[in-house]
Structure formats: structure tokens, C-alpha cells
Nanobody
């Protein structure tokens, strides 16, 4: 049984930092990428960042490039998202996801497993 469990969300002031973590179990990682997506109220879910499990190549949305850093811990089967210089527009539910590994890591359709989401709220 595949499980993705996110943690680390919360309330932070603009300019602050948060670190999200996603613990994965039940997956075969070799060809997969792990990604973070977010969904703000009234908006569609959007890509934030992804990392290929083998090789560690990373990918970012333009809106977070230079502020967010994705990393993986292969020993713990975990993926982390360090978010710096947070802005009110970063407020959303953040989802961890595991891709099939066949397409672009930025494409939601390539992801077949999702976590339950964790709320990130950035106050101005």
C-alpha cells in the first residue's frame, strides 16, 4: 500500500520560511520523480517543484524559483521542500505526489499517488 504523508505546514509571516516533508512508503522509486503541487482557494492545483529520485535533477515553477528548494533523502524515502522568502500568494494546500516517471515531472497527469495535503498560510 502506497502512502505519502506530508508534514510541516503552518502559519508564517511574509518573508519567513517553512520546511515541508513528505514520507513515502510502498513505492518503487527507481524511475519516479517526487513532486510538490499546491492549490489555493478558488484556483486550480499547480506545479511547484519536483525532483527525480535517481539522479536528483530538480524542477521548479517560475513563481518559486530561487526561493524554494526541493531535496530528497534516499535513506528515509522522504522528499523535502524548503520554502524561503514566503509571500501571501504562496498560501495554499501543498500536496506531495509521486510520478510514474514517464513524462515531464511538471505535468500533473504523470503523477499517480498523492498525499492528503498540508496547509501553508502566509500572512502579510
Amino acid at each position: 500500500q502506497v502512502q505519502l504523508v506530508e508534514s510541516g505546514g503552518g502559519l508564517v509571516q511574509a518573508g519567513g520560511s517553512l520546511r515541508l516533508s513528505c514520507a513515502a512508503s510502498g513505492l518503487t522509486f527507481s524511475t519516479r520523480a517526487m513532486g510538490w503541487f499546491r492549490q489555493a482557494p478558488g484556483k486550480e492545483r499547480e506545479f511547484v517543484a519536483a525532483i527525480r529520485w535517481t539522479g536528483g535533477n530538480d524542477y521548479y515553477a517560475d513563481s518559486v524559483k530561487g526561493r524554494f528548494t526541493i531535496s530528497r533523502d534516499t535513506a528515509k524515502n522522504a522528499v523535502n521542500l524548503k520554502m524561503n522568502s514566503l509571500k501571501p500568494e504562496d498560501t495554499a494546500v501543498y500536496y506531495c505526489a509521486a510520478s510514474r516517471g514517464f513524462g515531464s515531472p511538471k505535468t500533473e497527469a504523470d503523477y499517480d499517488y498523492w498525499g492528503q495535503g498540508t496547509q501553508v498560510t502566509v500572512s502579510s
